[in-house]
């Protein structure tokens, strides 16, 4: 994770993450496979992009409203940050999970925003899907093309709703988004309390 050559890697990822998450836009109601809620929704973030970059790099408030129009319905933003808070979130208060729902999603969308600028479709091959889509968490597959050629795995993790696929996890090159917030959180949980820790975040999300 230190070597110069990673760093160069995980931060080109970490836009592409942006990108995939905010790739769930496609209408998740009308009974699509895991594999075609992707495929569709890569489509979709592409139209909506198309000649907007100069714009939206200029303008962060358009960036944001834009994005959260777009992820919000489609991202299970309750159960994401149950899974990030781990076991704090059994001795949290109900106004403590509500705040730090929110903060979560909003850090979220500050940290990686300006990913979508770097989104084009024609990097991104989704693969065959393998996983069961019975069962009620699955896994999509993609393989992200970065500017060097470089080959990136990045696959997504969606959990089965009443209203469709809503996105819960990513993982880049076996990464996983929810591990690497987890083990942020419990340490400055452990050493700070909760609370601190959901102001930290309120304020780095400008709440």
């Known amino acids: 994770m230190n ?4 760093k160069i890697t995980i931060r080109h990822c970490a836009l592409v993450i942006a990108t995939c998450v905010f790739w769930l836009a496609s209408a998740l109601a009308a009974g699509l496979s895991p594999n075609e809620t992707i495929e569709e929704a890569v489509a979709l973030l592409s139209e909506q992009m198309d000649g907007r970059k100069e714009e939206l790099s200029a303008d962060k408030d358009a960036l944001y409203a834009m994005i959260n129009g777009i992820l919000l319905p489609r991202f299970d933003k309750k159960y994401a940050a149950r899974l ?3 076991k704090h979130s059994r001795k949290a208060s109900d106004e403590q999970r509500h705040r730090f729902t929110e903060a979560f999603y909003h850090t979220l969308l500050q940290r990686y925003s300006d990913g979508l600028l770097e989104f084009s479709a ?3 091959a989704v693969l065959p899907y393998r996983d069961d889509a019975s069962k009620k968490t699955t896994t999509v597959k993609t393989i992200v093309r970065l500017e060097d050629d470089t080959k990136v795995p990045v696959n ?3 959990r089965k709703k009443d209203v469709g696929w809503q996105m819960i996890d990513v993982t880049v090159e076996g990464i996983s988004y929810v ?3 987890r083990a942020e959180i419990d340490s400055e949980t452990r050493s700070a309390g909760l609370s601190k820790v959901i102001e930290r975040l309120e304020t780095e999300a400008g709440m």
Not at 3 to 6: G, K, L, V
């Open 156 to 158: 997504y993790v969606l």
């Open 179 to 181: 591990r690497n917030f």
């Open 122 to 124: 024609d990097r991104i």
């Open 3 to 6: 070597r110069p050559s990673q």
């Open 84 to 86: 990030v808070l781990g």
